[in-house]
């Protein structure tokens, strides 16, 4: 799927770093609100380092696959996606801003250095 893909953001192996990332930012232990932060650079790649956008491109992925492995990456997601909702703060000024995201990953706090 990957391979195939004419998407810019999906391609060979994203799946795989997208899913790490996302670990990742949730992996230090403790109860403290973790806060994402911007990528540096737009390209594909370092896109990445914006922890909501890899999780886009979890969304993005898990649209095209097949039924089996949609339902073992969907497992997967879930499970970070409880505890990305419970390490991040919601976003008050979310309705507000002018680009209001219609993913709930995007609504979050995300100012200020991650995990601080």
């Known amino acids: 799927m990957e391979r195939l893909s004419y998407d810019y953001f999906v391609f060979p192996g994203v799946t795989d770093r997208a899913l790490r990332r996302y670990r990742a930012f949730l992996q230090p232990p403790g109860r403290r609100p973790r806060f994402p932060r911007e990528a540096g650079c737009s390209c594909r790649g370092c896109s990445l380092d914006d922890v909501r956008h890899a999780r886009d491109v979890l969304e993005k992925v898990l649209?095209?696959?097949?039924?089996?492995?949609?339902?073992?990456l969907a497992r997967q997601v879930h499970v970070l996606d409880r505890r990305y909702a419970e390490r991040t703060l919601p976003d008050p000024l979310a309705p507000h801003r002018p680009w209001r995201s219609n993913r709930w990953w995007w609504r979050r706090q995300a100012d200020g250095p991650e995990g601080t």
């Open 63 to 72: 649209r095209r696959l097949p039924p089996r492995p949609r339902a073992e």
